[in-house]
């Protein structure tokens, strides 16, 4: 993940985007994003949408919501 937010910035994108998670048996904890400076900008239950701006003309996304149970 540190050479995805290397080559981000060296080509000049204005962000970096990724899902984390709040349950410990998710793979992709939030913590571990967290400490890789991206901040959570919606929720969805268990689901974090997660982002690095790098430029500030980064627009915030919106995190799709699943309707199926």
């Known amino acids: ?3 995805d937010i ?3 910035r060296s080509s000049s994108r204005k962000g970096v985007i990724s899902f984390g998670y ?3 048996k998710w793979y ?3 913590s571990f994003f ?5 901040s959570e900008i919606s929720r969805n239950g268990e ?5 690095l701006v790098l430029s ?3 627009e915030i996304p919106r995190q799709m919501v ?3 149970t």
């Open 6 to 8: 290397d080559i981000a």
């Open 34 to 38: 967290e400490k890789l400076g991206l």
């Open 47 to 51: 689901e974090r949408l997660m982002m």
């Open 1 to 3: 993940m540190s050479s």
């Open 56 to 58: 500030s003309k980064a």
């Open 22 to 24: 709040t349950d410990p």
């Open 66 to 68: 699943t309707k199926y």
């Open 28 to 30: 992709l904890p939030v």
